[in-house]
Every structure is written in structure tokens, then in C-alpha cells.
């Protein structure tokens, strides 16, 4: 199930009894069909506009309205738990989107400048996504993650848990600004 290819499993090195250590570098799991525009324009808050309409067409279709939110950019600080998002993004696009092409899951990383770095913060409102069944999918996933690494299966109080729990045990974190593509490299074998 933790099927990231090699080149992204890096939960050995990070991975202590603490959770996930952190550093300046983080990661943003996206669709190979928006990497070129990300590479341009940078990571934009509310992501993806075409899954976005793709609601909106939606909810208009029957018969209610959509009121866009803006969110932050997601972020973990493994390569690992980002393929996965990656891999929901492309699964979430060809459900929702009328792709062209072969779109493939991307990690990209995202270097801060040390000023810009304490911005990112944990990712506390995933509570409510990990109630649903896609929760229930990460949750395994990261449970074979730190099983594959020599770690027992990962515990949180969803409703009780500290906030940096959120990024040292999930790690779930974001940025509550759009980032610019100087900060932004694709990972590649």
C-alpha cells in the first residue's frame, strides 16, 4: 500500500519515536498535468481551478450554490506522505475533470528562507477530513509507513491531540499564502 517509488520513501530518515522531524524543505503532492503551471506561477492558494469548476458545474447542476473558500497550500515534510496526496489528486482529477493525456502523480519541493519557514504551520483542521473514509485510507497508508520503518502503528486523539501532533505524527502542515516559484523544485529520480 505505501507504494511511493524509491526515489520519494524517505520516512527512514525522518521517522523517530516523536514522529516526523521537520526541516526547511517541505513537500506538495500534486497532478503531473499542473506541474509546468506550478513551475511558472507558483503554488496558489485553493489549488487546482479546473476541480474547482468541476464543483461548481456540479453544484449548480443540482441545484445548489457554491460559495469558493480559499485554502491554504498543504504541505508535509515527507516526500512520502506527499506522493500519496499526489496520487489522491490524480485520482480526484479523473473523477471530477475531463483530463487529456496521462496524467501522473508529482512531488514537488518547496524550500523557505528561514523568515518564511516559521510560517508553515500544522494542519489542525485535517481533523475533519480523517473522520471520512478518505482519512481511513491515509491513516492506513501512514500506518504501513511506520510499520515499514520499524515503528508501531501511529496513535492519535483526533478530538484531544496537540497541534504540532498534527504535523510530527500525520505530517500535516500548510501555508496560508500563495508560493512563489523560486521557492518550488520537481522531484525526480
Request: hydrophobic share 40%; glycine share 6%; no cysteine.
Amino acid at each position: 500500500m505505501a507504494n511511493a517509488p524509491v526515489f520519494l520513501k524517505d520516512a527512514k530518515e525522518l521517522l523517530t519515536n516523536h514522529g516526523f522531524s521537520t526541516s526547511d524543505t517541505w513537500y506538495h503532492g500534486t497532478s503531473s498535468a499542473l506541474v509546468d503551471s506550478i513551475q511558472k506561477q507558483g503554488l496558489k492558494r485553493s489549488g487546482d481551478r479546473a476541480l474547482k469548476n468541476a464543483a461548481k458545474k456540479t453544484m449548480a447542476t443540482i441545484g445548489n450554490s457554491y460559495s469558493e473558500s480559499i485554502e491554504p497550500v498543504f504541505l508535509t515534510q515527507s516526500k512520502e506522505l506527499a506522493f500519496y496526496w499526489a496520487e489522491q489528486t490524480v485520482r480526484n482529477r479523473k473523477v471530477r475533470v475531463e483530463i487529456e493525456g496521462n496524467e501522473q502523480p508529482a512531488v514537488l519541493s518547496v524550500r523557505f528562507p528561514e523568515k518564511l519557514n516559521t510560517k508553515v504551520k500544522p494542519d489542525v483542521g485535517a481533523a475533519s477530513l480523517l473522520l471520512l473514509t478518505e482519512g481511513e485510507k491515509f491513516m492506513a497508508y501512514l500506518a504501513e509507513i511506520y510499520q515499514e520503518n520499524g515503528f508501531g502503528i501511529p496513535e492519535i486523539d483526533l478530538m484531544k491531540a496537540d497541534r504540532l501532533e498534527y504535523l510530527s505524527t500525520l505530517g500535516m502542515a500548510y501555508y496560508d499564502a500563495d508560493i512563489s516559484a523560486s521557492y518550488i523544485e520537481l522531484i525526480s529520480d
